[in-house]
């Protein structure tokens, strides 16, 4: 799974640090941060197989922020959400 660049993103995170995956970005005034991830064929078929996802979290010892995974898209609005 891959960060991938998208229309609203205006940061990148980690840019110039090597030891991480550049992240592109939307950031918010509200400290709203969203990232999209694009999947390659085999990680689109284990999901589909297994119906699971593994988020993993660098908090350096810091208290757990809160997080969301979703498939439709943020900026998207829905009249049912």
């Known amino acids: 799974m891959k960060p991938i660049n998208f229309k609203q993103a205006g940061v990148i995170f980690a840019k110039n640090q090597p030891e991480y995956m550049p992240l592109p970005a939307y950031k918010g005034d509200d400290g709203k941060v969203i990232s999209c ?45």
């Open 37 to 81: 991830w694009k999947m390659g064929f085999k990680e689109r078929l284990k999901i589909f197989l297994t119906g699971r996802i593994w988020l993993t979290l660098l908090t350096f010892n810091n208290p757990l922020q809160p997080q969301r995974l979703d498939v439709d898209c943020p900026f998207l609005r829905r009249a049912n959400r």
